[in-house]
């Protein structure tokens, strides 16, 4: 990348970084501002963002929404259809729920999973796309646009280079790349907790690349492993058996989404999926045996053989 411009931040919870061919750093500046507004406004821990104003408002009144966000709760419906309720923005109650138990290492009660799994459910995200307003049906539900939101960014980020003239770029936001234009590789973190290596990588070309794990934010108690990816069908840490899902593609505001739901659902239920829409999956079981997608096998290079298996 001789000659390219970069830009590093924090935003959305993660280390972003922009790259470009670019002869000044202008454009990477603009790019940087949107990403820093959609963090102040998709938040949940800032009390003035559009999704704070909108959980306090639930049940009563309509919210006006800025078009990005709106688009995206769009998206996040979607994504919660295609999953059948394995990924929902209304999670809200039971993420924040067992971000304090992961916090203070005590596993939250029976009853109080069952009644935050209760306000689950994004056919009560209501939109009125002619007036920009949102509202949730039912009081005490909340929106965490935390699965989606670094997805439907990089996306966003893509589009705003490509309309500046910019063709080839690399756009990363933690877990979520999109390489723009030309080929590069893309590494996959290492899925055991505690560690920061890279398990193996691949080269994509003009792509986007996703990947999720459970490996992020976790707790153990005796010989199990409470993390941070919730089953909104259950209210509890999934137990598919899967550690860690890559999805590669586009756009990436779908594999966002779509990774952490195969994380709940499994393999087998990601692979139809991803025939479909023509992407490449690489699946990690909790015992580090490796799965991956036909397009992917010859392209997968795994750094740590000796600790994985692949398939």
Known sequence: MEGWHSITFNALGTVCRFAAPVWDDVLLRTVRQWVRERDDDWSVFKEDSEVSRLNRAAGRTWTPLKPDTMALLREAKDCAAMTGGAFAVTSGPLTALWRQALASGIPPAEAAVRAALDLVDDADVLLRPETGEVMLRRPGQQIDLGGIAKGFAADRVRDILLEGGVTEALIDLGGTVWILGGSAPVGIRHPQPGTDRIMGRFTVHDGAVV???????????????????????????????LCSVTLAGAPAVRLDALATAFLVTGAAAALPVLQRQGWEGVFVTDGYDVLATPGLKDNLQLLGKDDFHAT
């Open 211 to 241: 990947t999720s794990g459970t490996y992020e934010r976790y707790v153990r108690r005796g010989d199990r492993l409470y993390h941070h990816v919730i089953d909104c069908r259950t209210g509890n840490p999934a137990q598919s058996g």
